[in-house]
T-cell receptor, first 113, second 111 residues
Framework: AQSVSQHNHHVILSEAASLELGCNYS??????LFWYVQYPGQHLQLLLK??????LVKGIMGFVDEFINSKFSFNLRKPSVQWSDTAEYFC???????????FGGGTRLMVKP | SQTIHQWPATLVQPVGSPLSLECTVE??????LYWYRQAAGRGLQLLFY??????ISSEVPQNLSASRPQDRQFILSSKKLLLSDSGFYLC??????????FGPGTRLTVL
């Protein structure tokens, strides 16, 4: 079974600080990778997705995802966060052989103005 | 375009009462449908998924059940709610790819 873990449960940053959220998964095959974001009071929505290819993927709102195949991990980065990035972030990986996504436990990011 | 609806948006129920949460999808056919529960600090837990009418797979044993009476309708039910059933319930669908699209959710409080 696929397992997905996120390194930090809570992160607090000041505006303009750099962000890096880590995610590890257990399945070693070719995978598609997803980051979802849930802003306060809003739907869970897709932030960016990686399909095998360039290990660096640019998503919306300045977020970048880096895929590290040798370590079964992918990191969500943003060089300078804003107060509006306050949200909960989930990484997700498809379960092997199925149509299900396995989600990490989520990281709650708070950006102080 | 595709949209996904959930209702009710919020629900407060006493322990031991029944539950019925509804999810409907528009603008697509034969979607895979999912029910998740999001409990505070515990991420997203997959409860049920369905690949077609009447086809339900359960991921976690519990006192909840799911049904799919129509192609684009997915229902989460319980005969007797427990306190531990409180949480935020999300419905999601996928089409041809892996990407999942989520509904607005239902916040359930069991007292």
């Amino acid at each position: 079974a696929q397992s997905v873990s996120q390194h930090n449960h809570h992160v607090i940053l000041s505006e303009a600080a750099s962000l890096e959220l880590g995610c590890n998964y257990s399945y070693g095959g070719t995978v598609n990778l997803f980051w979802y974001v849930q802003y306060p009071g809003q739907h869970l929505q897709l932030l960016l997705k990686y399909f095998s290819g360039d290990p660096l993927v640019k998503g919306i709102m300045g977020f970048v995802d880096e895929f590290i195949n040798s370590k079964f991990s992918f990191n969500l980065r943003k060089p300078s966060v804003q107060w509006s990035d306050t949200a909960e972030y989930f990484c997700a990986v498809p379960a092997p052989g199925g149509n299900m996504l396995t989600f990490g436990g989520g990281t709650r990011l708070m950006v102080k103005p | 375009s595709q949209t996904i609806h959930q209702w009710p948006a919020t629900l407060v129920q006493p322990v031991g009462s029944p539950l019925s949460l509804e999810c409907t999808v528009e603008g697509t056919s034969n979607p895979n449908l999912y029910w998740y529960r999001q409990a505070a600090g515990r991420g997203l837990q997959l409860l049920f998924y369905s690949v077609g009418i009447g086809q339900i797979s359960s991921e976690v044993p519990q006192n909840l059940s799911a049904s799919r009476p129509q192609d684009r309708q997915f229902i989460l039910s319980s005969k007797k709610l427990l306190l531990s059933d409180s949480g935020f319930y999300l419905c999601a669908w996928t089409g041809a790819g892996d990407e999942q699209f989520f509904g607005p959710g239902t916040r359930l409080t069991v007292l």
